[in-house]
C-alpha cells in the first residue's frame, strides 16, 4: 500500500476513535505497522511517541507470527470485527494481559482497522484469586481431624458454591469477549451521528433507525432506579455543555424490547477546528454479567470468610480440648483394671454394661474414694461414644464465681479478667461425655442452665446471646445424699430427677472386703515398679489388719496405705507399721455389735435411701439383692417399722 494513500486516508472518525474513551486506541495496517495510536496507549504502553512511530504489532506481541496475523486479516475482512486476547511487552519488557477489539474499516483509499485495546490483568488476577480461594478450601478440608464432621460437611457445601461461581465466572467472560465497546457519536442536538455495530446490537436497534434519532429518549431516558431524568441531568449531554469528559458506572441503557442493562460509558467532547463543541462521542459497555459475578463474588466471599472462621473457631476448640485432655492424662486416677471379686462390685458392673450402650444420663452415688470416677470412665469406655473425650468436672473444686465459665465458656471481655475467649467443658464434651463429679456442690442458681443442657442440648457462652447445641452424655456422681439437698432447697427436685435416670450405688470397701487382698496386691505392684523396689510378701498378719480396718476412706485409703507401707518395708516384705490409725482400731473393738444389730442398721440405710419402697426397680429388696418377702420377713423379725 502506498504512503500516498495513506496519507491521503485521513477520516475524522479516526481521530475521534482515538480520543473517545480513556482506553488504549490504534489503527493498523494490513502489514501490521501502526498508523495512528492515542495518548492513552502512549501511556498505557510507556514508549515515547517517536518511538511509537517506528514500532509494529510484532514488536508489542512477540508471541504473533505473521502467519498467524494473516489469518487474523483474513477474517477481520469477512467479518468486519475480531475479538484476540494475547500479551503485550511494555517499553519496560513486563508482559500485559490485554483483549484486543479489532475493527475493519474499508475506505477508498486503504484497508484499515482500529483496535480498542483492554488491559485485562484484572480479570486475570481474578481468576487467581478464586483459584487460590478454592485452593484454601481444599487444604482446609484436608487438614480437618476426624471430629469436625458438621463443620467439614459446610465447608464442602461451600467449596461447591465455589466451584459453581468459578465456571459462572468463565462463562460470563467468553460472552463479554464476543462483545465489544458499543460507540456512537451525538451532535449538540443530542441526534446520533454515528453508530458501530457492537453498540446497535447491544441496544437492539439497526443501524438505521439510531442515525439521526434522539439518543437520550430511545437508550437513555431513565436512572437506574427507573425514575427519569430531563436531559439537562444527563452526563452525556453535559460532556458537549462543558467540554468535560464525563465517565459513568452506575446507570442504565434501555433496549428497543423495553428491557434494560447496567452500563459503563464515557462521553467525550468533539471539538471543530474552530476549537467550538460540535457534539460528543460515547463509548459504553454492558456490565450486567461483571455486576453478577462481582455480587456471586462477593457472597462468595463472605461464605468463605464464615467458613474460615468455623474452621478458627474450630481450632481454637481443638487446642483447648488437645491441652484439656493433656491435663487429664496427668490427673487421671490411676486405676489401671477394676479389680474386684466382690458379688456386690459385679452387680455395679452389670449395670455397667445395661447403660452403656444407651445416651440415658447415669447417677453414680457412693461414698468417696469407692471408684465413682473409675466407673463413670467404664461407662463412657464401652459406649458409642469412646472415640471422643470423657471431659471431666469436679464440682466441689471450682469457686461458685467460676463454674459457669468453666461448664459453659465466656466470650472475651465477658467479665474482669476474661482476657480471651475460653471454650467451656459441654462444648468441649460435644459427641462424647461429660462427668460432673460432686454434682451436688454446683450452686442453686446455675442449676437451671445445667438442667437445660440436660433437657434441651442448648446453652450459651457468658458475654455471648448465641444459642449452641452441644451433644452430650451425662454421667454425675456425688456422696452428697440428694434427696435430702431437695428436702433443704439447696438442690432443685427437677434437676434431681433428671439426673436420677439411672443410679448406680456404689459399695463401699468395708461391704466388699474380699476384694482387699486383690486390691492389695495390684497396689503393691504398681508401687514397687513407681519406686523401684521388690516387695513378693505379704503375711496373713498385715492381711488380718487390712481387712479388720472399716475403711472410711474406701479404695482410695488403702491405695494410701499401700503407698506408705511399699515406702516404709526396708526389705521383700511389706510392713503397715501405724499407716493404719490405732484410734480406728480401737474406736473398732468398742463399738462391736452384734449380726442381727448390723444387719438391722444396714436394711435401714437402705429403706431410707429408697424413701421407704420395698420393691419395683428401685427398691429396698433390688438394691439388697433379696425378694420382697424376704425383705418383709427380715424387717418384721428385726423389729424395723416406717416411721
Avoid at 183 to 207: K, P, S
Avoid at 327 to 336: D, G, V
Avoid at 534 to 541: A, P, Q
Wanted: charged residues 30%.
Amino acid at each position: 500500500m502506498s504512503s500516498e494513500k495513506i496519507q491521503k486516508w485521513n477520516n475524522k472518525w479516526s481521530e475521534i476513535a482515538l480520543n473517545v474513551s480513556s482506553d488504549p486506541v490504534i489503527w493498523i495496517l494490513d502489514n501490521g505497522n501502526i498508523q495512528k495510536f492515542n495518548d492513552a496507549f502512549i501511556n498505557f504502553s510507556g514508549f515515547s511517541r517517536d518511538k511509537l512511530k517506528n514500532i509494529t504489532l510484532f514488536d508489542l506481541d512477540e508471541n504473533l507470527s505473521k502467519k498467524e496475523w494473516k489469518g487474523i486479516w483474513e477474517k477481520l475482512r469477512s467479518s468486519n470485527s475480531e475479538l484476540v486476547e494475547t500479551t503485550f511487552n511494555d517499553k519496560d519488557g513486563k508482559l500485559i494481559h490485554v483483549e484486543l477489539n479489532f475493527t475493519f474499516v474499508e475506505d477508498k483509499d486503504v484497508n484499515i482497522s482500529c483496535v480498542l485495546i483492554k488491559d485485562i490483568s484484572r480479570r486475570k488476577a481474578l481468576d487467581e484469586k478464586l483459584d487460590e480461594a478454592e485452593s484454601v478450601l481444599d487444604r482446609i478440608v484436608q487438614e480437618q481431624s476426624e471430629g469436625s464432621k458438621i463443620t467439614l460437611s459446610a465447608l464442602m457445601e461451600k467449596k461447591e458454591a465455589l466451584q459453581k461461581l468459578q465456571d459462572l465466572q468463565r462463562h460470563h467472560e467468553s460472552i463479554l469477549q464476543s462483545v465489544g465497546d458499543g460507540i456512537y457519536g451525538l451532535d449538540c442536538q443530542g441526534h446520533t451521528t454515528f453508530v458501530n455495530a457492537a453498540a446497535a446490537r447491544m441496544v437492539g436497534w439497526e443501524h438505521e433507525e439510531l442515525i439521526g434519532k434522539s439518543q437520550h429518549d430511545m437508550i437513555h431516558h431513565t436512572k437506574i432506579d427507573g425514575t427519569p431524568f430531563d436531559k439537562k441531568e444527563c452526563s452525556i449531554y453535559a460532556a458537549f455543555k462543558d467540554g468535560k469528559v464525563h465517565h459513568v458506572e452506575d446507570e442504565v441503557f434501555w433496549r428497543k424490547d423495553g428491557s434494560s442493562f447496567p452500563v459503563e460509558y464515557i462521553s467525550t467532547p468533539i471539538w471543530d477546528e474552530n476549537n467550538e463543541i460540535t457534539g460528543a462521542v460515547v463509548s459504553f459497555k454492558d456490565i450486567t454479567r461483571r455486576k453478577e459475578a462481582e455480587q456471586a463474588l462477593n457472597k462468595t466471599n463472605i461464605e468463605l470468610k464464615e467458613a474460615l472462621s468455623e474452621v478458627n473457631q474450630l481450632k481454637v476448640r481443638l487446642e483447648q480440648e488437645n491441652k484439656y485432655l493433656q491435663q487429664e492424662i496427668k490427673l487421671t486416677h490411676n486405676f489401671e483394671e477394676i479389680i474386684s471379686q466382690s458379688k456386690k462390685f459385679k452387680k455395679v458392673l452389670g449395670q455397667v454394661e445395661q447403660v452403656a450402650k444407651t445416651n440415658a444420663t447415669v447417677l453414680i452415688l457412693g461414698e468417696s474414694g469407692t471408684g465413682k470416677e473409675l466407673i463413670a470412665r467404664a461407662v463412657h469406655n464401652i459406649s458409642k461414644r469412646k472415640n471422643r473425650p470423657m471431659v471431666k468436672v469436679n464440682c466441689a473444686t471450682l469457686p461458685a464465681t467460676l463454674i459457669e465459665s468453666e461448664l459453659f465458656g465466656h466470650e472475651k471481655g465477658a467479665f474482669t479478667g476474661a482476657i480471651a475467649r475460653k471454650v467451656g467443658r459441654f462444648e468441649l464434651a460435644n459427641g462424647g461425655s461429660i462427668f460432673l463429679d460432686e454434682i451436688g456442690e454446683i450452686p442453686i442458681e446455675l442449676q437451671s442452665k445445667l438442667l437445660r443442657v440436660l433437657q434441651e442440648g442448648e446453652f450459651e457462652r457468658l458475654g455471648n446471646s448465641n444459642t449452641m447445641k452441644v451433644d452430650v452424655r451425662v454421667i454425675a456422681a456425688t456422696n452428697v445424699n440428694l434427696q435430702e439437698a431437695v428436702a433443704k432447697g439447696t438442690f432443685r427436685e427437677d434437676l434431681y430427677y433428671r439426673i436420677n435416670v439411672f443410679p448406680i450405688i456404689m459399695p463401699p470397701l468395708r461391704e466388699r472386703k474380699e476384694d482387699i487382698p486383690l486390691l492389695t496386691r495390684h497396689f503393691l505392684l504398681k508401687y514397687n515398679t513407681q519406686f523401684g523396689k521388690k516387695i513378693e510378701v505379704i503375711t496373713e498378719r498385715v492381711i488380718d489388719s487390712l481387712m479388720n480396718y472399716s475403711w472410711p476412706g474406701n479404695v482410695r485409703e488403702l491405695e494410701n496405705v499401700i503407698e506408705r507401707a511399699v515406702i516404709i518395708s526396708p526389705e521383700n516384705k511389706l510392713e503397715i507399721g501405724d499407716a493404719i490409725p490405732k484410734a480406728s482400731n480401737e474406736t473398732l473393738e468398742e463399738n462391736i455389735v452384734t449380726l442381727a444389730d448390723n444387719e438391722k442398721s444396714h436394711i435401714l440405710k437402705i429403706l431410707k435411701h429408697t424413701n421407704w419402697r420395698i420393691s419395683g426397680q428401685k427398691g429396698a429388696a433390688k438394691i439388697l439383692a433379696i425378694n420382697r418377702t424376704t425383705l418383709e420377713a427380715r424387717m418384721k423379725k428385726l423389729g424395723i417399722e416406717r416411721p
